[in-house]
């Protein structure tokens, strides 16, 4: 089997403005980036509307391990899959970020015939969108710290700024650094750090947006600091939110590609499902739904982490409203859920499997119980999986009205995913979505958090210490009570320990830190020991990527 770059490298794919043309979008409306990537025209979009009677549906997984689950090759197979069938249908999904793409993940455009292309350009610098977002922040934090510098009309206590710099690359060496050192002329030296870009508020900003002006309105509200009073200090306060928008007016363009059979993708932002809110921007789902029938999009991580906050956050932002679940397991993942380890994953283990399904069973109830979805379960297919492994799943979840349907996109392409895609119009058309919120509006900010911990974790409490619970209640009592709750914890478990595999309940959820995104609109809680800027692991993906003489780039997955 050819590696998944070989396997993007050797596609035929189509100039973009034939993609673009199949879906009705005139060439006035695309601004190719070369010959097989663009960006859409957002005025055109506008006058568009949503296709009558179409359909959202999220993929999602169990939560993730060392095995690999594949949601995104799911996502794209399964599109592929749905128009084979005849159905309509684009692949929506987020922007791979350069940290896990040169630390520990690797590529993440799917994988072997189930992928979206030109693989190397969205896996690298795609359409320079991550520049502009990182540039608008750090725009934003160079403003500030010069204000500061020249007079600091604002009051500004820079003890209590709270607007970090990003970099899109893991980087533990700047998670906690110090600014302005060299003397007066370089400014006031103060305490800073790095959050990778991915996690940072402007990504969500950018994400959560529905046109540029909201964009612009969004920027401007950022609280960056507070003064020596404790009165926030806006973006707006440092006339810095014109510049950043101005920075982000061609990224804030959705981009279209195409998966390895020719059919459409967007994929536009990409904020981490672990630490952010893990979904791509609600501009190119909207997008996405003025263009097809079927439009299949995912969210980070778990269905505990990604599905949750596209729910909570995106849906209840956007107006969205998904019809289904398709959430993505695979027999080694459960295994490993189960207490076998990495290295003995391909032998058949019932015991361990059984185990192991109470991690999907989680899922699904949340699902179908606490979301109010549809949901079909698609076993990701891997050669070691036996006839009995299958057998034992397929029996544990009959109970949950969830059909299990194995699939084989990564090595057959739609063509493995023809099942799943009539699967998934099937339950679509038996059952009535009932889309339900895991907290109310006006909930406070603690018990939000409690709702989630308790009915998605699983957890038994949620603690903090006296210093974290004083800066929830100000911000409950400064009017910020109704902003969602966006959770950054460990993808790998239920739990904030990422050691707890399976189905852990009774556990406690430590709340660390809180952040306001005021801009983005959520309050941010840091559970665990979860990082907003990761460090690379001790064998980086870096080390296996090369380019020849020719420009031909190897080792991408």
């Known amino acids: 089997m050819p590696t998944d770059i070989e396997i993007a490298q050797a596609a035929r794919l189509k100039p973009i403005h034939e993609i673009a043309s199949a879906l009705g979008v005139p060439d006035e409306a695309i601004a190719p980036y070369g010959r097989t990537k663009a960006k859409l025209s957002l005025a055109w979009l506008a006058k568009q509307a949503p296709r009558p009677g179409g359909k959202l549906v999220l993929v999602s997984a169990i939560s993730p391990t060392p095995a690999g689950e594949g949601k995104t090759t799911t996502t794209v197979g399964l599109t592929d899959g749905l128009n084979r069938i005849g159905r309509r249908a684009i ?73 970090k710099r990003v970099v899109d690359m893991n980087d533990r060496a700047l998670r906690q650094i110090t600014v302005a050192l060299g003397g007066p002329g370089n400014g006031y030296p103060r305490e800073d750090g790095f959050d990778i870009v991915v996690a940072s508020e402007v990504m969500a900003i950018f994400c959560l947006a529905r046109s540029l002006s909201d964009l612009k309105r969004r920027l401007g509200n950022i609280v960056v600091a507070e003064t020596r009073d404790g009165k926030p200090v806006h973006a707006r306060d440092l006339a810095a939110h014109g510049a950043m928008a101005a920075l982000l007016k061609d990224a804030i363009a959705p981009n279209l590609v195409q998966t390895l059979e020719n059919n459409p993708a967007i994929i536009h932002g990409g904020p981490f499902g672990n630490i952010a809110h893990g979904c791509n921007s609600v501009i190119a789902t909207e997008a996405a739904r003025r ?61 361990a499997l059984e185990r192991g399904i109470a991690n999907l069973e989680r899922h699904v109830n949340n699902v179908r119980n606490h979301y109010g979805l549809p949901c079909v379960i698609a076993v990701n297919r891997f050669s070691s999986d036996t006839e009995a492994e299958m057998a034992l799943l397929k029996r544990k979840i009959a109970h949950h009205d969830a059909p299990v349907v194995v699939a084989s ?78 959770v950054a914890k460990t993808q790998y478990s239920f739990s904030t320990d990422p050691k707890l595999r399976g189905a852990p309940s009774g556990h406690v959820v430590n709340v660390r830190e809180v952040r306001l995104a005021a801009g983005a609109e959520f309050i941010v809680m840091i559970c665990g020991d979860v990082m907003t800027m990761p460090g690379l692991p001790k064998e980086p993906s870096a080390a296996r990527i090369d380019v020849d003489d020719e420009g031909r780039i190897s080792g991408l997955f």
Not at 152 to 157: E, K, P, R, Y
Not at 334 to 345: D, F, P, Q, R
Not at 443 to 472: F, H, M, N
Request: net charge negative; charged share 20%.
């Open 91 to 163: 692949a929506c999904l987020r922007e791979p970020s350069l940290g896990p793409v040169f630390g520990m993940k690797g590529g993440a455009a799917g994988g072997g015939y189930a992928q979206v292309v030109p693989m190397e350009d969205i896996n690298l610098h795609f359409t320079g969108d991550f520049h502009a977002i990182a540039a608008a922040n750090n725009l934003l934090a160079a403003l500030l710290d010069n204000h500061v510098h020249h007079g600091n009309a604002l009051g500004i206590d820079v003890r209590r700024v709270s607007f």
């Open 291 to 351: 263009l097809a029938d079927v439009v299949v999009t995912e969210a980070g991580f778990g269905a505990d982490l990604g599905a949750e906050k596209f729910i909570d956050i995106k849906c209840r932002k956007s107006g969205l409203s998904p019809d289904m679940v398709v959430l993505v397991a695979t027999i080694r993942a459960l295994k490993y859920h189960g207490g076998v380890e990495v290295g003995a994953l391909t032998a058949e283990n019932l015991p």
């Open 409 to 486: 996109h990564w090595a057959d392409g739609g063509r493995g995913a023809e099942d799943l895609a009539r699967a998934v119009v099937d339950a679509m058309a038996r059952i009535p979505p009932n889309l339900k919120f895991v907290y109310d509006d006006d909930d406070p900010l603690w018990d939000k958090l409690g709702k989630i911990a308790r009915t998605i974790y699983g957890a038994s409490e949620v603690t903090a210490d006296s210093k974290v619970r004083a800066r929830i209640k100000a911000l409950q009592a400064a009017g910020y009570g109704r902003y969602p709750v966006c």
